[in-house]
């Protein structure tokens, strides 16, 4: 993905990499002084992932879920897997609320229907809630807990450079996805008001498919927002 307008992270560096037949924003965001890294959704095409990291000599200290969908959970476990053998040590898998734990645990089910491989299931480290402050890169990522498009999807948001990781909430020019058993449209629209609008306009949101916007552009032309 090309990042033509990449925001300034005050300090860090941000690469996406799409990722499986969904084109799945993967985030891979490191400090370039200390070369530690956190990768953000990591759905699969786990090769393609390692060798961007590796490219950049880049150790990630954690991988954070959004929420649980295979396309940007399914490669979390074998990525966790490859770092700890690559790296030593430990490599936890952080997020998302725990109301996702059911999609985690449907994941390689969920791919043999779609007819794809190298996905599978996932035993996070730990989930998140509301509120928590995640301490990464030296920084402190607020967690929102924003449902609608998955009970448990949260959002990451580093207020000290004005971004946010937000998964499949909010997109340029449209919304989650909501057609799901599982899924909750007004919860949705309601979670974005309360949750993602008043984090301001200047914010710049990544969103898990398609290009960068921020919360000023979407909230006024969003059809979904008007």
């Avoid at 008043?198 to 949101?205: A, H, N, S, W």
Wanted: glycine fraction near 12%.
């Amino acid at each position: 993905m090309s990042l033509s307008s990449t925001p300034d992270l005050a300090g860090l560096e941000l690469a996406v990499v799409p990722v499986t037949a969904f084109g799945q924003n993967c985030s891979i965001l490191w400090d370039p002084v200390t070369r530690h890294a956190v990768v953000v959704d990591p759905g699969g095409d786990v090769p393609v992932l390692l060798h961007a990291l590796a490219a950049r000599d880049l150790t990630v200290d954690c991988i954070l879920l959004t929420h649980g969908h295979l396309d940007h959970a399914g490669g979390a476990d074998a990525l966790r897997n490859e770092l700890v053998r690559l790296q030593g040590g430990t490599v936890p898998i952080i997020g998302p609320d725990e109301r996702d734990a059911f999609l985690l645990s449907d994941i390689a089910a969920q791919a043999a229907r779609y007819g794809l491989t190298g996905m599978g299931n996932v035993t996070v480290d730990r989930y998140v809630t509301d509120g928590e402050i995640l301490p990464v890169l030296g920084r402190s990522l607020a967690v929102l807990h924003v449902p609608g498009h998955t009970p448990g999807h949260v959002v990451f948001h580093d207020p000290k450079a004005g971004f946010a990781f937000v998964g499949d909430t909010l997109f340029r020019g449209s919304v989650g996805r909501t057609d799901f058993p599982y899924g909750n449209g007004p919860q949705l629209l309601q979670a974005i008001t309360d949750r993602l609008l008043p984090l301001g306009d200047e914010v710049t949101i990544l969103p898990g498919h398609g290009d960068m916007t921020t919360i000023g552009a979407e909230r006024r032309t969003n059809p979904f927002l008007r």
